[in-house]
């Protein structure tokens, strides 16, 4: 128990945690299937199957959502088959939503298919454990990781250990299943924020640390070692630079932030905790902070539990002390700067990979959707094609990787490049867009099906000279991160002419990559059937947007 539950009456949600821990739904999970979700208790419907990724939607009664973990992103062709064909059971209630956060979200599952759904997760080594509520969220990486020649990291197996030490290699883990709150964990490992660190409750982001003979949490690895320092290894990655021969060699790291979150009630980027750590300590410290969180954080009030608001009432110094306590080692200051010294990038198009004759290739998908026959035709080109590997970005996008030279002409004749563009519209590449009142109940405004609409008709009026990066959040809980755009939407409803409309709050200001920082409101309440206008002035004013007609004129 916290220390702040201990002297305050505790919130509906600890309260049903306190009496049945949510990971004990797993073995009830036949039952519900035989029972049907109308029979169910409320709590174990509404809440606690999302300790498996099972999700009530009230907009879709019956129709539940579930969310897998994917680890930096990345599943293979098999395994995207197997997701397809759950899909595809569902006809035209199922689809599936390529997150924020590199993963999916797949729709209209009925909870009397889960045990065979499990089972054919289980079979191809996917796992949906720990994936909601107040668990960790699927932990983000660098989306070419491996493949990027200008890495400074690869993050693929660090990310992979976290998942392994936070869910018990996917079979669950009650250590971790019951934190105050949501958490969001980040490894950025190239030069331009791809994993949008600042939003992050804990991340890591590259940095050298000139030589001192001195490194890292537990070094020496003997008797006075944390015990979470001893329980990792080095990840054996071949883009992990290895260490110095030589004391005064720089040394590769990371520094660490903390405390980044979007909420209704607050959003926050993350700070620097002041503190370094090798790649090999990086399991440790989040196990150390999770702990920490675990153990300390607020959990009176649901509206002020995230990290942030325990860092707020410590103070970052006492926080930094307790990680320290329970790692057993003394953190090391933050080296002087850190790496991300890069403009970020979406990853759309083809690209050369560090494995000479190979190439990657982003292709956009729009808003993240994605239907049983595009899952199953996305599985093929990256067998056909590539080595059958998949991964996703932040911005809702695919990468196919291991494409090779041989081969890259013909991949980029394929009908699939057809809807699935390398060379969108320069709003249209950099679109996101949340759920929305399709099938979420907290979102006050439709919004996938609007945002791409809105976008087509922009595209057709105007031209641009660089991509405007436009997000749209159906709700302050901001899962379509507006606070990170050029131009932020988060929906409203607002009044107009005596009626209740649909609306938006602008966001502007937003910058991902160097020198990240967070976008504030600027207008309240545009209704969404005026909205076109009011975003055609702020792309002109603001981002070098030029109406067609006159372009044409200015080039005659």
């Known amino acids: 128990m916290t220390d702040t539950a201990t002297t305050t009456s505790l919130n509906k949600f600890e309260k049903f945690k306190a009496q049945k821990d949510g990971l004990a739904i797993r073995d009830e999970i036949e039952k519900f299937a035989a029972l049907g979700w109308e029979a169910m208790d409320e ?8 300790w498996v990724g099972v999700f009530f939607r009230p907009v879709t009664p019956g129709k539940f959502m579930m969310r897998l973990r994917m680890p930096n992103g990345i599943l293979s062709s ?32 009925r909870i009397e298919d889960l045990p065979d759904i499990f089972n ?22 660098d989306p070419v990781a491996g493949l990027d020649a200008d890495e400074l990291y690869d993050t693929r197996e660090l990310v992979q250990q976290i998942q392994d030490m936070l869910t018990n290699k996917g079979e669950g883990n009650p250590e971790f299943s ?3 709150r949501k958490f969001n964990i980040a490894i ?34 003997d008797e006075g070692a944390g015990e979470a320092s001893k329980q990792i290894s080095s990840p054996s990655s071949p883009s992990s630079p290895s260490s110095p021969s030589s004391p005064s060699s720089p040394v590769f790291g990371f520094n660490i932030l903390v405390g980044g979150f979007f909420s209704a009630k607050r959003c926050e980027a993350a700070i620097p905790l002041n503190a370094w750590v090798l790649p090999e300590d990086v399991v440790a410290v989040c196990r150390a902070v999770l702990e920490v969180f675990r153990d300390h954080g607020l959990r009176a009030n649901r509206q002020k539990s995230r990290l942030m608001w325990l860092i707020d009432e410590w103070g970052l110094e006492k926080f930094r002390v307790e990680v320290e306590s329970r790692l057993g080692e003394l953190l090391l200051p933050a080296a002087a700067k850190d790496e991300i010294d890069w403009e970020k990038r979406d990853h759309i198009g083809v690209y050369k990979q560090k494995q000479p004759g190979f190439n990657y290739v982003g292709l956009h998908i729009p808003v993240g959707r994605l239907y049983a026959g595009d899952m199953f035709e996305i599985a093929r080109i990256a067998e056909v094609y590539g080595s059958g590997e998949i991964r996703f970005t932040v911005e809702q996008n695919i990468v196919i990787p291991n494409i090779s030279d041989s081969r890259l002409a013909t991949f980029l004749t394929d009908p699939l ?12 590449r950099s679109l996101v867009s949340c759920t929305g009142a399709q099938f979420c109940n907290f ?28 997000h749209w959040t159906g709700c302050p809980n901001s899962c379509g991160q507006p606070q990170v755009a050029d131009i932020g939407l988060m929906g409203t409803k607002t009044r107009k002419n005596g009626k209740t409309l649909e609306g938006v709050d602008i966001y502007m200001g937003g910058k991902v990559g160097k020198d990240a920082h967070l976008g504030t409101c600027v207008t309240k309440g545009i209704p969404c059937e005026d909205l076109q206008p009011v975003l055609q002035d702020l792309l002109i004013k603001h981002f070098g947007a030029k109406l067609k007609q006159e372009a044409i004129l200015v080039s005659k």
């Open 178 to 180: 019951n934190l105050p």
């Open 417 to 428: 490049l057809e809807r699935f563009s390398i060379d969108p519209g320069l709003l249209t």
């Open 78 to 109: 098999n395994q995207m088959r197997v997701l397809a064909q759950v899909v595809q059971r569902y006809g035209d209630d199922g689809c599936a939503d390529i997150t924020t956060r590199q993963n999916i979200q797949l729709r209209g599952i």
């Open 43 to 50: 709590i174990d419907r509404d809440h606690r199957l999302k």
């Open 120 to 141: 054919r997760f289980h079979a191809v080594g996917l796992t949906t454990v720990q994936s909601g509520m107040d668990n960790v969220r699927n932990i983000t990486g």
């Open 443 to 470: 979102a006050l405004i439709e919004t996938k099906n609007r945002a791409l609409a809105m976008i087509k008709a922009l595209e057709e009026d105007l031209t641009f000279t660089n991509p405007v990066r436009i």
């Open 188 to 221: 950025a490992g190239g030069r331009d924020n791809s994993v949008h660190a600042e939003i992050n409750d804990l991340a890591f982001v590259p940095a050298f640390k000139e030589g001192s003979g001195e490194w890292g949490v537990g070094s020496g690895g």
